[in-house]
């Protein structure tokens, strides 16, 4: 089985499932993504540190203080590499057309002529051209 067939059983197994903030999440979910299809996530290493030791996210000031990044895109591009154009599947992308939290846009995963995202009910579906930004793996 290959990176994209991996994404599309992991799809499947979340389709139904709702954001809950430090459980299923656009981090947790577009960092599983990238497990499920490549052996591991985007960011391990900022796994739980976005929460509050009270469960809830960060404000961007204290996410920046607390990754050393002004932007969030500054720390994604730290970690892939930023991607032009239509992205391939399994990118991540962002977009400003679903739910957005706490840095300004939402996180999903490019699927081919559509990126998935997270939403309260599940996972939203949007055409790629309301894609804002893409990074590929390094």
Avoid at 89 to 112: D, E, F, N, Y
């Amino acid at each position: 089985m290959g990176p994209t067939d991996r994404l599309n059983a992991y799809l499947k197994t979340i389709r139904n499932s709702s954001f809950e903030w430090g459980k299923h999440d656009c981090f947790t979910f577009t960092n599983t993504a990238f497990k499920e299809m490549y052996g591991e996530g985007w960011g391990d290493d900022l796994s739980g540190r976005y929460m509050s030791n009270k469960g809830v996210p960060l404000r961007r000031d204290a996410l920046k203080k607390a990754f050393g990044y002004k932007t969030f895109e500054a720390a994604v591009d730290d970690r892939l590499v930023p991607y032009k154009g239509v992205p391939p599947r399994g990118s991540l992308v962002t977009t400003k057309h679903a739910q957005r939290w706490v840095i300004g846009v939402a996180m999903g995963i490019s699927v081919g002529t559509s990126a998935v995202f997270l939403s309260k009910e599940g996972l939203l579906s949007l055409p790629i051209e309301m894609i804002d930004r893409a990074w590929t793996r390094k």
